[in-house]
């Protein structure tokens, strides 16, 4: 597949480098055009020196940048999103956001047209390139309008090597940021490493 990241942080980086591994063509872009060629530079990907540019042929567009960047993200090339499926990977970091809302949903008010998918914000940076726990996959959970988009972006997990698991409409982005926000806190209070994943247990078809 043709994947854009814009967003070459750790979390940009780390994803770039496994959908490379995973043999897609990966275009990275970030706010500084250097800092995407950095990472593009140690992952294999091909660095784009605006979003825009990244943007080009892109069959998925990841938000991998902080949910504040989004705004401007949504001003400058919104309009290239539209029709496009687009993956919103961004998390809340403050328990009091938890406010019964989603930047997931809000983000696809700034971007009515974009094919929304939440997606890969319940999996931290370590683990996009270990995406197993003792030989068990990792579920990579999905939630959006659009069918198509979802199964394209189930695809995209699977080739990464996690389980992807449809979790319903975009307003169930209220429950995956909930998660997301959860492995934070939980990471972060206990001193833990930042390299847990989630596996729902028990799973077998009535
Ligand atoms: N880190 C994780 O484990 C993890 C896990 C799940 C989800 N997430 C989510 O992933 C997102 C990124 O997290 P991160 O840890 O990678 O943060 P980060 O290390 O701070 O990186 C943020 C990246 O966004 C780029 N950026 C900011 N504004 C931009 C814009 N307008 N256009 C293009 N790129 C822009 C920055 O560019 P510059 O480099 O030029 O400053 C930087 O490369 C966040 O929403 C976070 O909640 C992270």
């Known amino acids: ?30 706010q500084h055009p250097e800092r995407a060629a950095g990472a593009a530079r140690e992952t294999g990907a091909i660095a784009a020196t605006s979003n825009q540019a990244a943007l080009e042929g892109a069959e998925i567009v990841i938000l ?5 960047a989004v705004s401007d993200i949504a001003r400058t090339v919104g309009s290239e999103l539209a029709a496009r499926t687009v993956i919103d990977a961004t998390n809340r970091f403050d328990p009091l956001t938890l406010d019964g809302t989603s930047n997931a949903e809000q983000i ?13 914000n319940t999996v931290v940076a370590a683990r996009l390139g270990a995406p197993a726990i003792d030989g068990v996959s990792l579920d990579g959970y999905l939630a959006g309008n659009d069918t198509t988009a979802k199964t394209q972006v189930a695809e995209f997990l699977q080739s990464l090597g996690f389980h992807p698991v449809d979790s319903g409409a975009l307003v169930m982005a209220r429950a995956l940021e909930a998660i997301g926000l959860l492995a934070i806190q939980l990471n972060m209070n206990n001193g833990w490493t930042w390299e847990t994943g989630w596996k729902l247990l028990g799973v077998k078809k009535a």
Not at 64 to 68: I, L, M, W
């Open 1 to 30: 597949m043709r994947i854009a990241i814009l967003g070459s942080g750790n979390f940009g980086k780390a994803l770039s480098a496994a959908s490379v591994h995973a043999g897609h063509r990966t275009v990275l872009s970030a």
């Open 64 to 68: 991998a940048v902080p949910y504040a």
């Open 108 to 120: 696809q008010s700034a971007l009515p047209s974009a094919h929304l998918v939440k997606a890969l």
